[in-house]
């Protein structure tokens, strides 16, 4: 086997990155952990199959373009709205935060290393990133609160094109050889960002401007028609001014992931199954070429580095740039505790290496790149390892399993609300998310918090707190679009339960479809959507409130009465002690168990005899145990039409 061949390790880098990708996420630790392994085994020092110096020049290219396609993929999912709300904190870490670190991770070099000044100036610009590829797992999986998420985030996306652009000044300086070469560095910084902004936003507008008319470019062609843009922004800017490309595709992303252009979702989606690949790719390679003798003879002075790097300088960033923004001790903690180092460094610091080396200061270079793998490594596995322990302990976490979404402000979601209030005895936090306005209004009136748009965007989810929530409800009239909702909540909200309304009647979506997606049919067996949303309209249902006295185990789905036509009914929420939730395919009963029901008004003498028989009876006095209002109290409160409401037909 030739092992000398580019193309084989080429393939093998990215395989092996998909793979040791994939393992991280069933082993829920940080991808990068098995990515740098992985480059380490397959790479020179171990098995000697993936060999990086077989792609020779070719190398660089690839991880310029690597780069750039990450980048625009960070920024096109930073909320604009969300920034200008932590605008001061993230302004200040960009750039202040910056040169403290710069400054700090310098100072620490040369003492704890005995690098020079240059070198030591170019190692601190290197380690002043951070980087969307490792913080924005972490973020996601951890669940922070949002004014957390959007910082690190943001911070994540933004620094890197400025750091490694200041990287680049300071290693122009540390080849500078007169004072003339010195400040045209400096006036290389200023030119680089000012360039690639303007570029940036000019590329984003134009781009996204054609994404969000119907027929420029054809929907199938949407995603390797932006792609192919970013590569050209990035390279275009790069042929303009060298290393300018960075801050270009930083920009157009924010650009055009705030202009909301048409099939954004398969647009993210595309760009993020686009980095994973890529990210593989570069850790693997990168990783590979690192001599891991170079990493060994840094000895004490590396550790202490790194220490000092975590310890101190971020610590003392985080002071100074958070001061006067309103977050909270525990807060500052956190984002003083959480700052592991990503690609880009890794990246930049391989391209410095090889042109050190060219420039006679081969060991310098080769020091500098063992320096950062080593930050990178550190990082990872202890700020990343312990991110979600921190945040658990320091109290910055969402609340998780907690409270409910309900998609569908109709009159049956609407029901379904107020049911869910009365059962809990007290507000409930429940969250409505609709498209139309009229629909949100009479949800509103109810006093719920309610999110006008479209469930099928992020925006919208990420709007109602959808990855905190006990349970998603998909309660649209179309039960198509409900297990779309469910499985596309499944892929951003891992962990979240999901419900899904469906009508066994129809030849649409079935109970094995809605199973298959790992979801639960809502209200057991189903819901004729039209039929119960003209009674609700019309203020004929009642909703009432049976303990459950029969068989322990028995399933909702096997009570006879439900599946009866000719006397409608449905079952909507089951509490069983303090919790409370909407009745699912999934739901067993207890003796002592509560079940609101809802049937039509003129039927109930004839439904509440049927439900008798499988075991279900009114209840006598019984408080209900969140301290809220008798059961009784809540028989009353659950109708069709609430003490003092308005019935739908009146609105």
Known sequence: MNLHDPALTFALAITAGVVAQSVARHA??????????????????????VRPDTLGEGLNPIV?????????????????DRLRREALTIRRLITLGALVTIAG??????????WSLRIALLFGALVSVTGPTVINPLTRRIRLRSNLRTILEAEGVLIDPVGAILAVVAFELALASTAGDVGAGFL??????????????????????????????????????????????????????????????????????????????????????????????????????????DVRALGAGGIVTVIVLVAVVRP?????????????????????????RGIVAFAVSSLFAAELAHSGMEAEGNQLRAMVFL????????????????????????????????????????ALARTLRAARGADAPIVLIDTNPTEAGAAESDGFRVVLGNANEPRALLKAGVESRRALVALTPNEGVNLLIAKRVEESCPGVNRLVAIDPLTPGVGPEQVDESGASVL??????????AHEF?????DIEPLTFEGLAGLRISQIEALADRRFPTLALVHRRGRREQPVSSGTTLRPGDIVWFGWLREQAELVEPRLARAGFLRPHVERAEGGGDTAEGDASDTGGTLPGERPDSER
Not at 105 to 114: I, S
Not at 396 to 403: A, D, F, T
Not at 523 to 532: K, M, Q, T
Not at 537 to 541: I, L, P, Q, S
Request: charged content about 15%; aromatic content about 6%; proline content about 3%.
């Open 64 to 80: 310029g373009l690597a780069v750039a396609v990450i980048l625009f993929e960070g920024a096109l999912q930073l909320n604009l």
């Open 537 to 541: 309209r019309r203020d004929r249902v």
């Open 105 to 114: 991770a310098a100072v620490t070099a040369m003492l704890a290393l005995g």
């Open 523 to 532: 209200f057991g067996l189903g819901i004729d959507h039209e039929r119960w």
């Open 188 to 293: 290389g910084l200023v030119t680089r960002l000012g360039l690639g902004s303007v570029i940036g936003v000019a590329g984003g507008v134009i781009i996204g401007g054609l994404l969000r008319m119907r027929r420029a470019i054809p929907s199938d062609l949407r995603n390797i028609f932006t792609l192919a843009c970013v590569l050209a922004l990035y390279q275009g800017s790069h042929a303009i001014l060298p290393e300018s490309g960075i801050m270009t595709v930083a920009i157009a992303g924010l650009v055009v992931g705030n202009m909301g252009p048409r099939h954004a979702r398969e647009l993210v989606e595309f760009k993020e199954q686009l980095t994973f690949l890529l990210v593989g790719l570069l850790f693997v390679l990168l990783s590979a070429a690192v001599d891991l003798g």
């Open 316 to 340: 003392l960033c985080v002071l100074l740039c958070t001061r006067g923004a309103g977050l909270s001790r525990n807060e500052q903690a956190f984002l003083a505790w959480l700052a592991p």
């Open 28 to 49: 829920r630790v940080p991808g990068i952990l098995f990515l740098l392994a992985t480059g380490i085994l397959l790479g020179p020092e171990f098995a000697n199959v």
């Open 375 to 414: 930050v990178i490594a550190v990082t990872v596995v202890v700020l990343g390892g312990t991110g979600g322990l921190v945040a658990r302990l320091l109290g910055v976490r969402k609340l998780s399993n907690h409270g409910f979404a309900i998609v569908g402000a109709n009159p049956i979601g609407r």
